[in-house]
């Protein structure tokens, strides 16, 4: 890595907020397959030397986390290349949406974790909506609509569960699917690919993500980033002469433990549903409340979050500098944005486990990821 240190935030308050003109998540395919963009200078030049290309996203792992933890991971630190940025909110629906389509998300209107859509909200990586399968009434075509991949149909190395899912429809559409099941065949279903000549092959592995939400940073999570290392280790070995892997991530993490916020009784009496995740929670105001909710909301917790309405977050450049008329009908009137180790409760967000790591917000250990470059 050309920088081996930890960063922190770009702003005086504390925010990181993308970096959608350069090194960004969202600008990664487009400078590996559109020939008609200038090489940037934050991709290691051996992958534009390279005859094949291999994206690997390790959902889960951001910058900071690989920097104080390099002892346990050789291999990722050996690699050429730095921090770039993840995009807002720093989310996995959000962020893989954006690395496919190479749009921010104002473009592609994947807005977060958990959307309105009308009067739904939709659980996005389960395609669900007050508990059921959404995939006929909130059709994922037509939820993203922009050609993935630069309208190229390469193979996508994911896991095999995810083939029929909404979330795969709107963020993978026309791809080739190749499921794999343990992260062995991850690297046999990627050395096949490269073996017939593909020139570009995307690859998904999702177990550093879900070791932090249940486990959070600590021994658990080492024990799976040296794993992931070895990993990259092994795809690096099985890449042919010629050949270049790309490493990057969606988003970093943030352990909060046990400190989950309901929002204050004040403002929750404004609130006519919630949406977003627990580190940047969209509030919808009832109508007619919306100003008051802001204020409320400002007054009891810009201790610890940044409370933002929707204008000021679009005027902002958070999703980009355009924002469309579908994708801001998907958020709430007042984001609160976590800046401490926290996360805000919503009764309607839950799973099978309470989350320890989480991640969504704007800190820089949520918003630095890693873009490493190797070949053999």
Known sequence: MDSQSRLTAAAPDGRVLPDYDGACISNIVPALLDPSISWPTWIPEVAAEANQVVVLVLDGIGWNQLCDRQHLAPTMSAMAGGAITSVAPSTTAT???????????????????RMAMGRDVLNVLRWSANGRDARKSLEPELAQTLDVFEAQRPPVITRAEFRESGFTRAHLDKTRFIGWRVSSTLVTEISAALNRNEPFVYAYYDGIDKIAHEFGLGAHYDAELAFVDRLVADILSALPIGAALVVTSDHGQVDVGDAVLTPDPAVMSHVDLQSGEGRFRWLHARPGHARVLLDDASALHSDRSWVVSRDQVIDEGWFGSTVTDEARSRLGDVALVARDPI??????????????????SLTADEMYVPLLVGNR
Not at 97 to 107: D, E, K, Q, R, V
């Open 95 to 113: 962020a893989l949406t954006s690395i496919s389509t190479g749009a921010p998300p104002g473009l592609h209107g994947i807005m977060g974790y």
């Open 343 to 360: 996360a805000f409760h919503d009764p309607a967000d839950s799973g099978s486990f309470p989350l320890r790591a989480r991640h969504g």
